[in-house]
């Protein structure tokens, strides 16, 4: 049986927080910082290993980190955007990674089991194909929605590596539509925390879904 691929998550927790007007990343969700959700699902999904993109700067994101067995990859200029978040993580995998799992560190809803079938799914064409191919593995929740956790196999590193500003693998996407798969989550899209309302929406929802438990 061929030995499995070496799959990293790659959580992007370097964003400025302009909309919120502080770092949205430290604020409390059940008791915890929003990054400790993330970091503690993505833990438990069976990456290879996990690398969390910080601004070098902010020393109580790090603090977060510091207790987890994950790579932390310190930015030097976070204001320069997702793109060089995405990029200066790819720069630091191993040359033996064959896929990663891009995930936003601002939505604490995401699904154990949509990063444990994405990485299944990645696992059963890699080891059937005699020929390595190029994959993308978009999630597609039930709401419509399409976004993260997002797969790149290792085809599409040198790519990332390239990526400046604000924009992150969406273009890469587009331009290599013929590669994209889908994982039909059968969640609904996990709501991003970018704004003081969607934060008070957040912690609004978990309080109906106590109520209702």
Known sequence: MPSLPEIYGIILAGGQSKRMGFSK???PYRGKPLLSHVLRTVMQAGFTGVLVAVPREDQKLQRILSGNPCQTVL?????????????SAVRSLPATAKAVVVLLADQPGIHLSDLQYIIKQFIGVFIHQKTKIPIIIRTKYRDGEEGHPVLFTDHFFSQLIELQGDVGGREIIRRNHAHVRFHLSPSRFPQDVDTPADYQQLVSNNQEDRNHE
């Open 25 to 27: 990343l430290l604020l």
């Open 75 to 87: 930015l030097e200029d976070p204001q320069k955007g997702m793109g060089y978040s995405l990029a």
